[in-house]
């Protein structure tokens, strides 16, 4: 280790033979094939781990040139970045190699905090990481609970929607005539002027007429 400390080896020395394997073990490397008419089509599938392989990648990049000048003195705002991508994996990735990249990448860490002089630093974040980590499994936990609960009332609206479908309620005559407002209240009040010499009739039977023109001219 060479006694001024230099980027370029905190980077190539202690960084990279560890973070390339991280990286390369999240890659999913899989791509789909397909085709479209005469047209060839390829595609990857982006897992997270492909994400978060990405992120570690840009984290590494950015200390090429954010913190090329002054690495030393912005030590724990390199370590806090990397650690907060730590915290997101650690509550939701799902690898199989989870636990022994996690392992590197927490070796990776405690080595670049030696090479950086802040070593306490990183032992004091453990409670907080932890913590972290806990507060987002708590957070997806509610959020799938709560799609779950619309995927269900969703579900359960479907089926209503179906069983009308198969069981709808009988038309009224008047929903059956779609006709306009004005025309149906016409007609109601052709109904009852109806319904009323029906009535007239039977009460006053073939005179009933001579006993409406009396009531109305006052004979």
């Known amino acids: 280790m060479p006694e001024e400390r230099e980027l370029h080896y905190l980077v190539t020395r202690i960084i990279n ?7 390369v073990a999240l890659r999913s490397n899989h791509v789909v094939y397909g085709r479209e008419g005469y047209t ?5 599938d982006h897992t997270l781990g492909d994400y ?21 003195e912005k030590a724990e705002e390199i370590l806090d970045s990397l650690l907060d991508i730590m915290v997101r994996m650690d509550a939701r990735l799902q690898h199989d190699n989870k636990q022994r990249i996690m392992n590197k990448l927490w070796e990776m860490v405690g080595e670049t905090a030696e ?11 453990r409670e907080e990481f932890a913590r972290r980590v806990e507060e987002i499994k708590k957070y ?3 959020i799938k609970k709560k799609l779950e609960e619309l995927n269900r009332d969703n579900d359960a609206s ?31 009040v052709l109904l009852l002027v109806s319904l009323g010499f029906v009535v007239a009739y039977l009460l006053f039977g073939k005179g009933w007429w001579d006993v409406l023109r009396a009531a109305l001219l006052g004979s």
């Open 17 to 23: 033979p560890t973070l390339n394997w991280v990286i």
């Open 40 to 44: 060839g089509l390829k595609w990857t």
């Open 52 to 72: 978060f392989a990405s992120e570690l990648e840009d984290w590494k990049n950015a200390l090429w040139y954010k913190y090329k000048d002054n690495f030393l």
């Open 115 to 125: 090479y950086l002089q802040v070593e306490g630093y990183v032992e004091a974040k």
């Open 140 to 142: 997806d936990e509610k």
């Open 158 to 188: 479907e089926t209503n929607t179906l069983l009308q479908s198969r069981h709808p309620k009988p038309l009224r005559l008047i929903d059956k005539l779609d006709l306009p407002q004005v025309w149906l209240d016409a007609l109601l």
